[in-house]
């Protein structure tokens, strides 16, 4: 069996007195999807940002492909998380930008990819989480929630990323458009060979 590509041992998250994680373990392994489920307040997201670096853990040890997250320097932690796309709670998109902008953001942060063919990378990831075109010019405001959930999923795997993390993905879709959501998850990690946390 493969090594897994996500390893935490015996993870420990407090803020204060208040302990979120104790000796928590688990792996994820390639092409996995792993829900975690839990109400509000119970530590998923921390638990995520904890994997992905924006929460430094009180205790444990964190690998992703092998390699210990406190182990990494700034640049090689740079290169490992351009492997990784990630949806943040409520989306996180960039109000002042566009759609198709905030698609190209990690491209143009990560990459040196020309004008035109950021447009064309833009559009093929909208048209991949099933939004249409005419998405692109929009900005957030002017999206109802489950095109924000997507055009947030384009800008995830703009990077063609080979994991993927969501963090609360269908929060505030109604039972069909997180069924949706769901269906769609399934279907692209069959299609880009991705591991979802």
Do not use: C
């Amino acid at each position: 069996m493969d090594a897994p590509i996500i390893t935490i041992r015996d993870l420990v998250n407090r803020f204060g007195t208040q302990v979120v994680h104790e000796d928590l373990s688990l792996d994820v392994r390639r092409g996995e999807i792993l829900g975690v489920v839990g109400g509000s307040g119970t530590g998923k997201s921390v638990l995520m940002r904890s994997i992905i670096g924006l929460q430094q853990p009180a205790a444990g040890a964190i690998a992703i492909e092998g390699k210990q997250l406190s182990q990494l320097s700034d640049d090689e932690a740079v290169a490992l998380r351009r492997r990784w796309g990630v949806l943040f709670q409520r989306g996180a998109l960039f109000s002042t930008l566009t759609v198709a902008e905030n698609i190209q953001a990690p491209l143009r942060e990560h990459t040196e990819i020309d004008e035109p063919l950021l447009g064309e990378i833009a559009g093929y990831k909208l048209a991949m989480v099933g939004l249409p075109p005419s998405a692109a010019p929009k900005y957030p405001v002017e999206l109802s929630g489950g095109m924000i959930k997507r055009a947030a999923l384009a800008r995830a795997l703009a990077l063609d990323p080979s994991l993927l993390f969501l963090d609360e993905p269908t929060a505030g879709l109604d039972p069909i458009a997180a069924s949706a959501f769901d269906a769609l998850i399934r279907e692209l990690r069959e299609l880009l060979g991705l591991t979802v946390f």
